[in-house]
């Protein structure tokens, strides 16, 4: 084994620098190469035991001794469906900080803990709640009236076709649609959106406001058709009188 050293002939050197000096040794093939340092590893700390009370519920987790109170509010998270922010760790009748250490604060095996829910936590939970609860609800009303829009709309082309070709059409079909088409506007203005619920709002408003400048176009086109004349009365020919009369032998 060689060793090589940054201090040359070794003199001037300190502890610290002597700790610098590299181990090489030489290979099978003749290849001088550095010496792998085998470290010591140092062993995971211990594990602990915890017996936590949650409600009415008891609940045993295992957690490293050395951990923080943040670390175990994250195992915890799974077992009380509380987000850490949410929980307060009780230990010996006194809340404790997330960055304390289980050890540090006397946390043994066994050791017993109480986790409650942040009040300010759980009612913002609730507000969050109530306005998932009003987006979903103004989704299923814009989904529910986007589809009595296509309906209408699909009126709407029926009309169209129908005066493109010349056949006039009952005033009061395009009236009463024009009608029905502003009854979905008023409908679409009650109705509380938010991000993309407010955007599928302003959608179907533009289709609505579109469809009914489309009727009052075809209103006027149709007004200026001359209405088809059915009739089934039927015209009588009959044969000229003659009073001249052949005979036949």
Same mark, same amino acid.
């Given at each position: 084994?060689v060793?090589s050293s940054?201090f040359?002939?070794?003199?001037?050197?300190?502890?610290?620098?002597?700790?610098?000096?590299?181990?090489?040794?030489?290979?099978?093939?003749?290849?001088?190469?550095?010496k792998?340092? /085998?470290?010591?590893?140092? #062993?995971?700390?211990?594990?602990? +035991?915890?017996?936590?009370?949650? &409600?009415? $519920? =008891?609940?045993?987790?295992?957690?490293?001794s050395?951990?923080?109170?943040?670390?175990?509010k994250?195992?915890?998270?799974?077992?009380?469906?509380?987000?850490?922010a949410e929980?307060?760790?009780?230990?010996?009748?006194?809340?404790?900080?997330?960055?304390?250490?289980?050890?540090?604060?006397g946390?043994?095996?066994?050791?017993k803990? /109480?986790?409650?829910?942040? #009040?300010?936590?759980?009612e913002? +939970?609730?507000?969050?709640?109530? &306005?998932? $609860? =009003?987006?979903?609800?103004?989704?299923r009303?814009?989904?529910?009236?986007?589809?009595?829009?296509?309906?209408?709309?699909a009126?709407?082309?029926?009309?169209?076709k129908?005066?493109?070709?010349g056949?006039?059409?009952p005033?009061?079909?395009i009236?009463?649609?024009?009608?029905?088409?502003?009854?979905?506007?008023?409908?679409?203005?009650?109705?509380?959106?938010?991000?993309?619920?407010?955007?599928?709002?302003?959608?179907?408003?533009? &289709?609505?406001? =579109?469809c009914?400048?489309?009727?009052d176009?075809?209103?006027?086109?149709?007004?200026?058709?001359?209405?088809?004349?059915v009739?089934?009365k039927?015209?009588?020919?009959?044969?000229?009188?003659?009073t001249?009369?052949?005979?036949?032998?």
């Amino acid at each position: 084994m060689v060793r090589s050293s940054p201090f040359g002939d070794g003199s001037g050197g300190t502890a610290a620098d002597a700790a610098a000096e590299m181990e090489w040794e030489i290979r099978p093939g003749g290849m001088l190469v550095q010496k792998r340092v /085998v470290r010591a590893v140092t #062993p995971p700390p211990p594990m602990v +035991r915890l017996r936590i009370t949650f &409600r009415d $519920a =008891k609940i045993e987790v295992s957690v490293g001794s050395q951990g923080t109170f943040l670390e175990l509010k994250k195992v915890l998270e799974v077992e009380t469906g509380l987000r850490p922010a949410e929980q307060r760790l009780i230990y010996k009748g006194k809340e404790r900080e997330n960055g304390e250490y289980l050890d540090r604060c006397g946390v043994k095996d066994r050791s017993k803990l /109480v986790v409650v829910e942040d #009040p300010l936590s759980r009612e913002l +939970r609730n507000i969050e709640m109530r &306005r998932n $609860a =009003k987006l979903q609800s103004a989704a299923r009303a814009i989904s529910s009236l986007c589809l009595e829009v296509d309906k209408l709309a699909a009126q709407v082309k029926t009309i169209e076709k129908s005066i493109s070709t010349g056949n006039k059409v009952p005033e009061l079909q395009i009236s009463g649609l024009i009608e029905l088409f502003m009854r979905q506007a008023v409908k679409l203005d009650t109705i509380p959106a938010e991000g993309d619920a407010s955007f599928q709002k302003t959608l179907q408003a533009e &289709r609505v406001q =579109k469809c009914v400048e489309v009727l009052d176009v075809l209103e006027i086109s149709n007004s200026r058709l001359k209405p088809v004349v059915v009739t089934t009365k039927w015209e009588t020919f009959d044969p000229p009188s003659t009073t001249h009369w052949e005979f036949f032998d």
